[in-house]
């Protein structure tokens, strides 16, 4: 085992450090280290934040982050690495800049690691590079992963795929119906979040979300309520039934004010709970793990087969294909026979 | 060549119906047919229309069909083809009803071909089965292809990808903010149609595609306009200038009463000297032919692999996965290395 890893695994940050930015920039000595750190990975709750920008998402990670390290009396508390994803953003000034302003209630806390990634290329580089991260703070002991991203787009929707948990934030008056409220959101929101839910608006935000809870989950009942900052939690059925469900609950707070955020932490360990109970933790770890698997050989399977033709083979038969004298499947049957078998 | 390609090319409908039976499953004489008619392909304009369900689009691609038919004196009559996929119905019970309400106004008009596609299976399957009909109607010389898909999922997405021209069509009253008008539409947009747009709620729904335009095209100038059914064109800079941009304009059309109908077919027709000014109609069909080819070379090599690994060495393999003995980057070496290279 490489020393670095060692010194992860030991608890500590300069090393963790160091290996991050080697697993952000895909150097050799970040793969290996992540092959050996693989076996310490699997115990993380994994938990994406998502939504538009303006719904004050920092702000809500940030106070997840400090009510982990400071649970009430008899809850254990919890360490915490926050990555910060920004695929829109071609250089890391803002999230830096974030991180600054963000950092300033947990500074100096040993069990609270922030690490921000801006795009850098594609868009399935970010979400592997991102995988890379989550197992190396896994690895090193932290026992929540609060993945953050920017928008709902399908970057994001590849980033959330990795966690356990994905909570969708929302915010009133962020244009109304011009705001893209979009459908598939609610494909990947286990937690839907109203945040600065003493805005005007709430009330609209709340019964525009319900209504699109209800087309999207048809035929279950989704609760009414009332009151500012009352958890919506549909009764979910028992676990023991076989028949369990998890009814996304509309959780409203206010980050500024600290509002609504154990409340929040509660239906994250609620999900947790049912996660296990129902089997899915298992099903999307292994999900996961097969996606990973399929990557990497496609990958690998297309670069063995790149490095076996010549460009000046490649250039021949793509000129022909542009001039359809041979088409697409016999094109590919011509490069590959390229290939010694 | 076979007989059912030259029966095909010579205009034969018989020929052709059987051929895209041949093609919709996958059929090794339906591939051997696509490799025949490739060199034959690349005239078509091929017009995808998305939209979710209820705003009309089968009656919109009905009367555009039927006005490229019936064009006014001096315009040349067009072949036209419709492609009416529907991802989400399993079977094509629905898509073949439509086609006999849709068949009406078409039916013995020999320059038109309609083909229904229910979904059946992958994703990806879906979307290369379309590309073969469209390969299929594009070498039997019809002018104009319909692509008609169902709401905005990434199929729809898969499929607009298809498309030179993508028309994107929304109504009044839908639901207003609960309609989920989703942000990636318009990235696939070249002209949005406000079909039903006598209905109450139009100017409603225009402002919020307007405001959705200048979020999306900042800096451009969307011009506003009165009138129910006028066009909204903004100025596009004289392609000669190196500078061309196509901004979505945005088409008000009431299908049922063949308003707005001339009008859209202007402005596809726009569309596609734009496309062909600008070069882009060339980069598009060469971005097509590049990711068909990905397409079918991932899948030939994925094949390949897997012929040469057993089933017990990938079941063994994955369950030290499972059980993260083994790395994802090591588990692929570990059954790539089963590869006689």
Redesign the interface.
Known sequence: MTIVVQDVLHGSRLALARLLSQIENSTPAG?TA??EL??H??QAHLVGVTGSPGTGKSSLVNRLAWHYRHPPEGVPQKRVAIVAVDPSSPFSGGAVLGDRVRMRDLTGDSGVFIRSMASRGSLGGLAAATSGLVQAFDAAGFEIILIETVGA??AEVEVARLAHTTLVVEAPGL??????????ILEIADILVINKADRPGAEHTER?LR??LQ?AHPGRRVFRHHGALETVQPSQPEPTSGESVWLPPIQKTIATEDSGIVELIDQIAKHHQYLHDSGEWEQKT?AR??S??DD???T???Q??RASVTDERIAHI?EK??Q??????????A??NGV??
């Open positions: 793969y992540l092959s693989f076996p990975t699997g787009g399908q244009g109304d119906d011009i705001q893209a409220i979009k459908a598939g525009a209504g699109m087309l292994r793990l097969q990973e698997f990497l050989l496609h690998a399977l297309v063995r087969w793509f294909l542009a359809r004298q041979i088409a697409p499947r016999d094109a590919v049957s490069l590959l010694p078998r």
